[in-house]
């Protein structure tokens, strides 16, 4: 899977498509949790394709490409939430909640699903909890595979998933438990 050096350019596209689509809907799904906008994410990830594709050359190999991937699609996420049109949609966006207000019916018949709620708690967390929790149990990754993709320690890890699973309990509990 890892593209070698000797490759043509069209031995790298082919190796790229079967990349992306391995990995493109994970990489949505992981960019939408951090970013909470399917546009966006959608965004996020098709720059860390051509990013991944552009640098091809200066993949090491020192991990396996699915980590490699991730942590790109990480790093890309922190970027969009620093950038100012992130935050200048946020406030907009609020604004317009307090002036229109969100009791459409569609809107009232998912919130009442279970995993809707779930996912809506598990996106309140901070980042530094929910990024561990949609690794280790969304993404089925190992700990150790997680303190790779966000350079960390192991033991950093394991503290991050019981403080988070602590927190979401809390949450769940607060609004009438699971």
Same mark, same amino acid.
């Given at each position: 899977?890892?593209?070698?050096?000797?490759?043509s350019?069209y031995?790298y596209?082919?190796?790229?498509?079967d990349?992306?689509?391995?990995?493109?809907?994970?990489?949505?799904?992981?960019?939408?949790?951090?970013?909470?906008?399917?546009?966006?994410?959608?965004d996020?990830?098709?720059?860390?394709f051509?990013?991944?594709?552009?640098?091809?050359?200066?993949?090491?190999?020192?991990?396996?490409?699915?980590?490699?991937?991730?942590?790109?699609?990480?790093?890309?996420?922190?970027?969009?939430l620093?950038?100012?049109?992130?935050?200048?949609i946020?406030?907009?966006?609020?604004?317009?909640?307090?002036?229109?207000?969100?009791?459409? *019916?569609?809107?009232?018949?998912? =919130?009442?699903?279970e $995993?809707?709620? &779930?996912?809506?708690?598990?996106?309140? /967390?901070?980042? %530094?909890?929910r990024?561990?929790?949609?690794?280790?149990?969304?993404?089925?990754?190992n700990?150790?595979?997680?303190? *790779?993709?966000?350079?960390?320690? =192991?033991?950093?890890? $394991?503290?991050? &998933?019981?403080?988070?699973?602590?927190k /979401?309990k809390? %949450?769940?509990?607060?609004?009438?438990?699971?």
């Amino acid at each position: 899977m890892l593209p070698v050096r000797e490759s043509s350019s069209y031995e790298y596209h082919i190796l790229f498509e079967d990349l992306i689509d391995q990995y493109s809907e994970e990489l949505l799904r992981l960019a939408f949790t951090y970013v909470k906008n399917r546009q966006a994410a959608e965004d996020v990830v098709q720059d860390v394709f051509l990013r991944a594709y552009e640098k091809r050359d200066d993949f090491k190999g020192l991990s396996s490409y699915k980590t490699y991937l991730y942590r790109m699609t990480i790093n890309r996420c922190y970027d969009h939430l620093r950038s100012w049109s992130f935050k200048n949609i946020q406030i907009s966006n609020k604004i317009a909640l307090i002036f229109h207000g969100d009791n459409s *019916t569609e809107t009232l018949a998912i =919130t009442k699903n279970e $995993k809707f709620l &779930l996912g809506k708690e598990i996106l309140t /967390l901070a980042l %530094k909890y929910r990024e561990v929790l949609i690794l280790y149990y969304y993404k089925d990754l190992n700990v150790d595979e997680i303190a *790779t993709i966000l350079n960390c320690s =192991t033991n950093t890890v $394991k503290t991050r &998933l019981k403080r988070a699973r602590e927190k /979401l309990k809390v %949450k769940l509990e607060k609004r009438g438990g699971y």
